[in-house]
């Protein structure tokens, strides 16, 4: 059932019927919260992993902005008649970019230093369009955890949230509790800046229902 919807979704075009065409977005990210941000956008799409290589220096805006172009330019080359996004986000703290932890040790060390301060969530997005044309948006959002003890990261490494998130934490989560102070987006926390995405697919003329 749910293949014949998706080539439903996919191959549905003004014609036969007088049916009006779905366009159906390409996501390029199996980020479970990436795919529930969109779904409350509610936009049509499918998901497909981009295996790029995820090594890059520079700043949190460079690396962000590398990293949402290299995915969805690899994912376009397989569905090039669509819009294809790709995002990627990484926390910036003490003047360290924090990808995805390791292991309970480096989820350790990333939460020992988001506590008691204030830290940056920068995400990049870049939007490939039928036409080739490529647009890219960089977000920064300021967050501020409270003090917390040893024991208490300890205890949150181990619900087990923090591992394959960005700076060993989710807002939307546990962690929530932690958070007395935001500045900016707060869907760019979670992953994808909701507003800015819909601005890019506006611009690039993708036909919007909301």
């Not at 990210?29 to 998901?47: G, W």
């Not at 939007?127 to 920064?140: K, S, T, W, Y």
């Not at 939307?172 to 707060?186: C, H, K, L, N, P």
Request: proline residues 4%.
């Amino acid at each position: 059932m749910y293949n014949f919807m998706l080539y439903f979704l996919l191959r549905t075009s003004t014609g036969e019927g007088g049916r009006e065409r779905v366009e159906t977005l390409i996501l390029a990210s199996k980020s479970p919260r990436r795919h529930e941000l969109i779904r409350h956008m509610n936009l049509p799409f499918t998901a497909e992993d981009a295996d790029v290589d995820e090594h890059v220096a520079g700043t949190p805006q460079d690396v962000v902005l590398t990293l949402a172009q290299r995915k969805a330019q690899a994912v376009s080359r397989h569905w090039p008649e669509r819009y294809v996004l790709g995002a990627d986000t990484v926390v910036y703290a003490c003047g360290q970019v924090l990808g995805k932890p390791s292991n309970a040790q480096d989820a350790m060390r990333m939460i020992g230093l988001l506590s008691d301060g204030w830290h940056e969530v920068h995400t990049g997005v870049c939007l490939v369009a039928p036409d080739g044309q490529i647009r890219m948006h960089h977000e920064c959002t300021r967050v501020h955890f409270v003090h917390l003890s040893q024991e208490q990261i300890a205890a949150y490494v181990a619900t087990g949230e923090p591992f394959g998130k960005a700076g060993a934490y989710a807002i939307q989560g546990t962690a929530g509790m932690y958070v007395d102070r935001i500045e900016g987006s707060f869907s760019n926390v979670i992953g994808l800046p909701t507003q800015a995405v819909h601005a890019l697919l506006r611009a690039a003329g993708y036909p919007l229902t909301l």
